[in-house]
């Protein structure tokens, strides 16, 4: 089955220890990316690589890093989680086509105290 | 920054219903626009592609629209059941390979 897996769905941590959610996706996928979701402000792009070592900043990537070393896992990585990122994850992958969807994980609701 | 925009917020109709979901976004430079259904606690589920050269798409009950030059995207919805109740997000992909997401309308179908 087709499907992008995201590692753990639920995070309880405290301030400055660091942390790595895992994603990984079994479809061959080029494009993979991640998101978080706050109320009232939607899903907003925080990284994205277009292939393998290749990565880029999305709209608020400030507090967060990602490393693509293989083509399937792409982890985002909490050097030193604050409150401020107390959100709901997901991340997503897609054919580096742009005419066909993307697939989304299950989401990881992290919280920070 | 490409801006989109869902409106209704919530919205709560009667089974059977037709209903239609309306999606606004302001740079019509984009590949596609996709929509996506969301349960409570649940991921992302792919209703729906348009490409940027299409006008409509088509599956089951649900028919999508694409009006570029206007910056619009309509999400009709035909004998709206119970089921049917999530979160319902539309995403602009932008010519700069990001996704751009509304902030949902919220569906209740009441049975």
């Known amino acids: 089955e087709a499907q992008v897996t995201q590692n753990p769905r639920y995070l309880i941590t405290v301030t400055g220890k660091k942390l790595t959610v895992t994603c990984s996706q079994n479809?061959?996928?080029?494009?993979m990316s991640w998101y978080r979701q706050d109320p009232g402000l939607g899903l907003r792009q925080i990284y994205y690589?277009?292939?393998?070592?290749?990565?880029d900043k999305g709209d608020v990537p400030e507090g967060y890093k990602v490393s693509r070393k293989e083509k399937r896992n792409f982890p985002l990585i909490l050097e030193s989680p604050s409150p401020n990122q107390t959100s709901l994850y997901f991340c997503?992958?897609?054919?580096?086509?742009?005419?066909?969807?993307?697939?989304f994980g299950q989401g990881t609701r992290l919280t920070v105290v | 920054k490409q801006e989109v925009t869902q409106i209704p917020a919530a919205l709560s109709v009667p089974e059977g219903e037709n209903l239609v979901l309306n999606c606004s976004f302001t740079d019509s430079a984009i590949y596609n626009l996709q929509w996506f259904r969301q349960d409570p606690g649940k991921g992302l589920t792919s209703l729906l592609l348009?490409?940027?050269?299409?006008r409509e798409q088509t599956s089951g009950r649900l028919n999508a629209s694409l009006d570029k030059s206007s910056g619009r995207s309509t999400l009709y919805i035909a004998a709206s059941q119970p089921g049917d109740s999530a979160t319902y997000l539309c995403?602009?992909?932008?010519?700069?390979?990001?996704?751009?997401f509304g902030t949902g309308t919220s569906l209740t179908v009441i049975p």
């Open positions: 690589s277009m292939n393998v070592e290749v990565t």
């Open positions: 997503a992958s897609r054919p580096q086509v742009s005419y066909t969807e993307a697939f």
């Open positions: 479809m061959n996928h080029e494009y």
């Open positions: 348009i490409q940027s050269s299409q």
């Open positions: 995403a602009a992909l932008n010519t700069g390979n990001q996704f751009y």
